[in-house]
């Protein structure tokens, strides 16, 4: 079965920045397309950013377009979430998903992911 295991969070401070990691295994990540989501406090689960299986395209929340970035190196079985200009408002715990199926692709939308990682807690605060 696959895993996604997140690592890199921690506290910064507002206008920092951060770089996410999505460890895969049980399967080459090469043939799934990625999601990351998140989870504030008292709110639903928001889909933040997506990735297509080569990295040919990508998606962003409104919130966090142009401030950040997500990427992927298959040979690593490794995918990013490059976070920079950070806000109060982006703290959560963060998620990295895959969908069921190899080659599936849908953006954003937090119940086509099947596969999550624990997640890793990222707090921005001065």
């Known amino acids: 079965q696959l895993q996604l295991v997140e690592s890199g969070g921690g506290l910064v401070r507002p206008g920092g920045s951060l770089r996410l990691s999505c460890k895969v295994s049980?399967?080459?990540?090469?043939?799934?397309?990625i999601g990351w989501f998140r989870q504030a406090p008292g709110r639903n689960l928001e889909g933040v950013a997506a990735?297509?299986?080569?990295?040919?395209?990508?998606d962003y929340a409104d919130s966090v377009n142009g401030r950040f970035t997500i990427s992927r190196d298959n040979a690593k079985n490794t995918a990013y979430l490059q976070m920079n200009s950070l806000k109060p408002e982006d703290t959560a715990v963060y998620y990295c998903?895959?969908?069921?199926?190899?080659?599936?692709?849908?953006?954003?939308?937090?119940?086509?992911?099947?596969?999550w990682g624990q997640g890793t807690q990222v707090t921005v605060s001065s």
């Open positions: 998903a895959a969908p069921k199926y190899a080659g599936s692709y849908y953006p954003l939308d937090v119940n086509e992911y099947d596969y």
């Open positions: 049980g399967a080459s990540l090469a043939y799934y397309a």
């Open positions: 990735i297509t299986t080569k990295g040919g395209s990508t």
